[in-house]
Every structure is written in C-alpha cells, then in structure tokens.
C-alpha cells in the first residue's frame, strides 16, 4: 500500500496551492479518503474528508470556503485545492484512506509540506 502526496511548497499569504495523493495496493474506490494536517507543537487535525463514491464532503471550519477536496476513482488519486492561504495553514499535510467493516484499514501518507508565508 502506498499513499504518496506531492504538490506542497511555498506560498504567499492570499496563494494557492493543489495537494494530490496517488494511491496504489488497495481499491481506492472503496475507500474514504482524507487530508489531515499537523502544525509544529500541535495535533493532527482532520482538514477535509471524501466518501468513497465522491457523493459528501466535510470540511474543517478553519478551510470551509477556501478547500476544496475532490477524487479521482479512475486515477485512484484525491486533491485538495487550497485557495486564500494563510500563515496558519501552515503545516505537514498527510492524506489518509479508511474502509470499516468487517475489518478496518487505515493508511496514511508521509505527509508534504505547505508553508505559506511572505
């Protein structure tokens, strides 16, 4: 199973930036996928969360707005877009899969860096 995240960096307060997460070694399809988010000293956090199908979305009241999650079930690949950044989206981004039932399995990325800043 790998979760692999690109697409963080640099960016000015006001920018935007777009994470993706490539999935492979599960059925992507049937997983609810995530990005959380952990900031120097403090908690991973839930930023955004996608059902399986793509049909809801939730979103943490500090990005609601400004993030956008999506997926691509053919591409086996979720996207965060992030527009109207701020210095305290400042964080190590992770993506993370979860499928409940029977058995659980949960995965998680190693994370990308977004620091937003002038």
């Known amino acids: 199973v790998q979760l692999v995240e690109s697409g963080g960096g640099l960016v000015q307060p006001g920018g935007s930036l777009r994470l993706s997460c490539a999935a492979s070694g599960f059925t992507f399809s049937s997983y609810r996928m995530s990005w959380y988010r952990q900031a120097p000293g403090k908690e991973r956090e839930l930023v955004a969360a996608i059902t399986s199908g793509g049909g809801s979305t939730n979103y943490a009241d500090s990005v609601k707005g400004r993030f956008t999650i999506s997926r691509d079930n053919a591409k086996n690949t979720v996207y965060l877009q992030m527009n109207s950044l701020k210095p305290e989206d400042t964080a190590v981004y992770y993506c993370?899969?979860?499928?409940?039932?029977?058995?659980?399995?949960?995965?998680w990325g190693q994370g990308t860096q977004v620091t937003v800043s002038s």
């Open positions: 993370n899969a979860a499928s409940w039932g029977v058995k659980s399995y949960v995965y």
